[in-house]
């Protein structure tokens, strides 16, 4: 299975179709910056699985490695989405397999995520590769005043 790093525009726009099927809140006109800025600036990493014909990505996890005072270096994974037309082939697998090398060979020993409460076949993907439900997560929308 090929597994790509995205570090150059080029391949952040192999990746628009599975992006934007995911995270349907991004701009067409901003995401490359905006992608090509997380990469150099927070320490995320955009890894995609090409199609047969290496035109478009099928599948791509983005993740960062940050420090917190409760777990000291981990691994965050923000995003792990396959194309509908391609799943069932161990794909988004594969993904998590490869953000638990990268762990290891850091020397990182925790790798969080976030799923919705619906994702059902994504919560037993991630219970078959060994996660664990350790936590509610709560968020708060903060509404942006006009002046900001």
Known sequence: ????????????????????AFRTNLDETTYIDLIMNMIANQS??????????????????????????????????????TDPGYRGKGYAGALLDYVDSEAAEAGIRSVHLD?????????????????????NHFSKRIPVSVNS
């Open 44 to 81: 995320y990493k955009l890894v995609y699985i090409p199609n047969e014909d290496h035109t478009r990505a099928v599948a791509f996890i983005g993740y960062r490695t940050m420090h917190m005072l409760m777990l000291g270096w981990m691994i965050y994974v923000d995003d792990l989405y």
């Open 115 to 135: 799923s919705g409460y619906m994702l059902h076949d994504a919560h037993r993907l991630y219970l078959n590769k060994g996660y664990v439900l350790a936590c």
């Open 1 to 20: 299975m090929n597994l790509i790093t995205a570090k150059t525009r080029e391949q952040v726009v192999l990746c628009k179709e599975v992006l934007f």
